[in-house]
Every structure is written in structure tokens, then in C-alpha cells.
């Protein structure tokens, strides 16, 4: 639960927690799903789910879509989140040059960059970017930017929640699957041109990539059900015929050679308009090197012979888009039944449910539809209460240990220092209570009275501490090396007190300046305000290594009355 609250899925492009992700992707007249176990250093791929939208006329697209998606539901019991794809054709997309690479601040001048390329307001729309290339010796970046109105995106998110499914995540088909195809070493590694074609049934999407990086793309208004109603008027057969036909036979046709003719001029024509947009785009980007594959998803890979056909009409190699080719990648495994899946495309719903590392930050859920999880942020509440009544708890418990600790600490030292004192106090003054306290009582009562003791020769006027002090002052210590090695306090007959001091006087400076730095010495004793010399000047001899030795009589000054 805790993972669930506080912790984000990704740090940069490493997992952090294992999660379970549906990938849901509406495409014309089907739904697809991918469910996928994403874990810390691969994703398994534990689903692989399609649903047929109702051909009740009496409902809406977006009804029959809501009920397709709540009944592919009912078969994904457990998952973490879901990921949905919106089609390209309500996009409008702009290609940009920045120069940065830092995705926060590209995201902040976003708006302003893109506003005046935008044939709507941008308030009433929703933005984000992929990026497409670094240019290193520039410093440059090049950005995709995709930008939905408002209206649109809800209109889509309806036939979600109409079906009871929130999404958590919002893209765009297109770079599902140019996501899927960045995964995919065999079409990574196409070099120079390349075009991705997404079939429709009344619209097909065509995406032109160079050197792997997704430049243009355009969506053309004709579709597998354009070619089928050109048919329809040119030859006189019914629409629903012709479908089937397509369906058993594909491009090519049963019926006699000008109804074969008829099909194939449609579907050439059909090739013709995807040659005129390739055209377009080379003009566009000043491309002029060729085309190296063309990669069909969806209605042409259910069209038996569609592909062969463009390839022999264009003289390009063209090919399916192979999704299968998904567990190639090395972080990808699969747990599935052996399961038939048919023409069944699911080329958007995997890319939608495992974005590549440079799509992993778009997301259209921003501003207006920002997904707020009201039950978790009440958990979060919940959650950071109990912390941190649990933290203060912690730290009084804590602290009672520590207090308990520093008790017995305390006992264990109190009772170190009784013994302590017991060694060195007077038997005869041993407290009856032994603490520490009791002890230290009795010590100051010691104290005084050896204080009173020595109070009584304050008469003779003999003061060592006073004596010491001025001494102290006058060597100075601090400043220079001298040391006292015999020091005499006598009281004399009359009255008077004299000091005789003897000792060692060393320069800091060396040798050769012990005599001239004692002279400031010699001088502060005969400057002093409690010493007067008996014997002046003061008796003082070099020893080598030694320094100055020196001899001083001193006698105490009378204080004033």
C-alpha cells in the first residue's frame, strides 16, 4: 500500500516499484488491449485482448466504442494503471528547434514558442512534446509538439469514462507506435528514409522517419472504406460485397478481368496519393536521398496482397509492421496462451502500454484534465497522520531508552566516584548515607574547615596565592620560556616577608638572544607593584643550551593602612 501512496513509479528511466499497465487503443471498428507486468528490469507481456465494436445501427461510434471497451474490461481483473492512445487525426502537430535539452525548460517556453503555429487558441487546447533529436555540437534539440483542443480530447476521454475506465495516462497512436518502433532493433536501425503508414478505414496516417527520428506526418482523408465505395460506384457491385471480397480475397478479384482492373486502378490510385505526400514531405525537408521501407499497421496488413501491391506499384520495399517481433527486445518477455490472434493488430496497444524511454514524460493530462485521485489523496492524509503519530511515538520511546540509558549511566558512574572518594576520605569523617551527594556534602564541610584552620595566619601576612600570582604574571608564560626551579616564602623577626626565587630563562629566538630577551624580564621584577629587590642588579649567568640562570631576592611590599 505504502508504494502505492508515497513513492513514484520511475526515477528517471529506472522502475521503482512493479506495476501492472493496460494499454488501450481504439482503432476504427476495434479495440485493442495489452496488459504488461512492468517490473525493475523487464516487462512481461501477460495479455493481448481485441474486441469488435456492435454493428447496431441504432447506436452511436461512440456507444458501440464504450461498450467494446467495458466488455474487453471485464477480462483484466488486476492492474495498477491505465494508458490510453487517442488518434493522430485530432492532433495538430508542429515540428520545433530549442536551444536546450533540459526537459523542464522546454516545457516552460513551450507555449509561447508554439502559440503563433497553432491554427486555434492555445488556452482551449492541450499540449505536450516528444523529443526527436539532440544536436550535441549545436546545443540544440528538436521537439515534436502535439497540441488537442480541449473539446476533442474530451470527446474522446468520454467514451472512457463512459465505460467506467479512468485513464491514467493519455497519447497519441502515432507515437505509440513510433515508440514501439524505436524498440525494435530490426526498425531502428533503418537508415535514411522511412515511412510509417497507418491504414484506416476512412483515414490513413502517414509518418515520415529519417535516420529514425519522427520528422512530419500527415493524415490523408481516404481509407480501406474509400477504396471499397470507389469500387462500389465504378463497378456497380454492392459495398457490403466488395468488403467481403476483401476480406476472403483481398486486392485481387474473382469476378473477370475489368473487375479485376477496377480494383487494382482504385488501389494503385490509392498508392499514388501516399507517393504524393512522400513527395511533399521530401520537398518540405530538402530530402532527396531514398526511401528505404515503407511499414504498414492496421487495415492493410488484414487486406491480403496490399502490401505486395504498393511495393510493386512503388517500387519500394514495403512490409507489415510485425509486432510480434516486440519479444526480440531483450527486457521483454511474454506469458501468453497459445492463442491465435489472427490479422489482429496491436502495434498501437503494446506502444501505448511500454513507451520508449524518450515518451515516457508525454502525457496529455495536463491543465484542465490533470487526473486527481481524490481516494489517494484522503490515503496520503490518512497515511501521513499515522506517520507521524508513529514518528512522535518513536521518538518517545526513543527518548525513554535514552533516558533510562543515561540513568543507568548515571547509577553506574555515581557509584565508580563513591568508591573513588572512599579511597581518599578520612575514615573518621565517612558519611553515614553513602551517595554521592552525601559525599560531596561532607567534603565542602572538610574544605571549611581547613579553610578556618589556615585563616589564622592571615596574621603574619604571609599570602602564597598572591605571592604565585604575581609571579606568574611577571614570567608571562604565554610569551616566553621561563620556568622557576626553587622558590623560598619566609616570614622574617621584623615583620617582613622575602621571597627568594631561582630558575632557567629561555629566548624563543635561539641562542643567541637569551640575554637580551631577559632584560624585559629582569625589568618587569623591579617594576612590580608587591616586590621590591633586595639585591639589584639581580644575579644572572649564561649556561650554554641552558639559556640565562638566574637568582632573585625579593622582599614583599608593606600594604598601605
Known amino acids: 500500500m505504502i508504494k502505492n501512496i508515497f513513492l513514484p513509479e520511475k526515477i528517471g528511466n529506472k522502475r521503482i516499484i512493479a506495476q501492472r499497465i493496460v494499454g488501450l487503443a481504439l482503432q476504427d471498428e476495434t479495440v485493442t488491449l495489452t496488459l504488461v507486468y512492468a517490473k525493475r528490469s523487464k516487462t512481461i507481456i501477460e495479455e493481448l485482448l481485441s474486441e469488435k465494436l456492435s454493428s447496431d445501427v441504432n447506436l452511436s461510434y461512440a456507444q458501440r466504442a464504450s461498450e467494446a471497451i467495458k466488455k474487453i474490461m471485464l477480462h483484466v481483473k488486476n492492474f495498477d494503471q491505465i494508458r490510453i492512445a487517442i488518434p493522430a487525426s485530432i492532433v495538430t502537430f508542429k515540428e520545433l528547434q530549442v536551444p536546450f535539452d533540459d526537459v523542464e525548460k522546454i516545457r516552460m517556453v513551450l507555449d509561447y514558442e508554439i502559440e503563433s503555429m497553432l491554427p486555434f487558441s492555445i488556452s482551449n487546447a492541450v499540449i505536450d512534446f516528444i523529443i526527436t533529436k539532440h544536436n550535441k555540437e549545436q546545443k540544440s534539440t528538436q521537439v515534436l509538439v502535439a497540441a488537442v483542443q480541449n473539446q476533442d480530447l474530451q470527446a474522446e476521454l468520454d ?74 460506384e465504378e463497378s456497380g457491385m454492392d459495398v457490403e460485397k466488395i468488403k467481403e471480397h476483401l476480406d476472403l480475397n483481398g486486392v485481387n478479384s ?40 515503407i511499414i504498414f499497421t492496421q487495415k492493410a496488413n488484414q487486406v491480403k496482397g496490399f502490401v505486395k501491391l504498393c511495393s510493386d506499384t512503388l517500387q519500394i520495399p514495403c512490409e507489415s509492421f510485425d509486432w510480434r517481433k516486440v519479444f526480440e527486445i531483450k527486457s521483454v518477455k511474454k506469458q501468453l496462451k497459445n492463442i491465435d490472434y489472427g490479422a489482429v493488430d496491436f502495434v498501437t496497444a503494446i506502444g501505448t502500454a511500454i513507451p520508449c524511454y524518450e515518451q515516457d514524460q508525454f502525457d496529455l493530462r495536463r491543465k484542465s484534465f490533470v487526473l486527481v485521485d481524490y481516494k489517494l489523496v484522503s490515503k496520503q492524509i490518512i497515511a501521513v497522520v499515522v506517520l507521524l503519530t508513529t514518528m512522535f511515538l518513536a521518538i518517545g520511546v526513543h527518548g525513554y531508552m535514552q533516558i533510562s540509558t543515561l540513568r543507568n549511566t548515571l547509577e553506574k558512574t555515581e557509584k565508580t566516584e563513591i568508591s573513588r572518594l572512599k579511597a581518599i576520605f578520612p ?11 552525601a559525599f560531596v556534602q561532607e567534603a565542602q564541610k572538610l574544605v571549611r574547615e581547613k579553610t578556618d584552620l589556615w585563616s589564622a595566619f592571615r596574621k603574619e601576612r604571609l599570602n602564597p596565592l598572591e ?53 624585559p624580564i629582569e625589568l618587569r621584577f623591579k617594576e612590580s ?33
Open 467 to 519: 605571592i604565585m600570582l604575581e609571579l606568574t604574571n611577571i614570567a608571562d608564560k604565554t610569551r616566553n620560556n621561563i620556568y622557576f626551579t626553587d622558590l623560598s616564602i619566609n616570614s622574617k623577626d621584623k615583620g617582613g616577608v622575602e621571597i627568594d626565587v631561582d630558575g632557567f630563562f629561555k629566548s624563543k629566538k635561539g641562542s643567541g638572544s637569551h640575554f637580551n630577551d631577559w632584560i
Open 427 to 437: 575514615k573518621d569523617h565517612m558519611p553515614k548515607k553513602q551517595t554521592l551527594q
Open 529 to 561: 607593584l608587591i616586590f621590591t629587590l633586595l639585591e639589584d642588579p639581580i644575579s644572572a649567568t649564561i649556561i650554554p643550551d641552558s639559556g640565562v640562570k638566574f637568582s632573585v631576592k625579593l622582599k614583599l611590599k608593606e600594604k598601605e593602612k
Open 159 to 232: 467514451i472512457y469514462t463512459q465505460a467506467g475506465v479512468e485513464p491514467n495516462h493519455i497519447t497519441i497512436d502515432l507515437f505509440a507506435t513510433y515508440g514501439l518502433y524505436k524498440q525494435i532493433s530490426d526498425y531502428a536501425s533503418i537508415e535514411k528514409g522511412s515511412i510509417l503508414v497507418e491504414v484506416g478505414e476512412t483515414s490513413t496516417r502517414i509518418a515520415f522517419l529519417q535516420n529514425g527520428e519522427l520528422r512530419l506526418t500527415r493524415t490523408m482523408p481516404r481509407g480501406i472504406i474509400s477504396i471499397v465505395k470507389n469500387i462500389s
Open 254 to 293: 474473382l469476378g473477370g478481368d475489368a473487375l479485376a482492373k477496377i480494383f487494382q486502378n482504385q488501389f494503385i490510385n490509392f498508392f499514388n496519393d501516399i507517393q504524393f505526400t512522400l513527395n511533399s514531405f521530401s520537398l518540405k525537408l530538402n530530402f532527396y536521398d531514398e526511401i528505404t521501407k
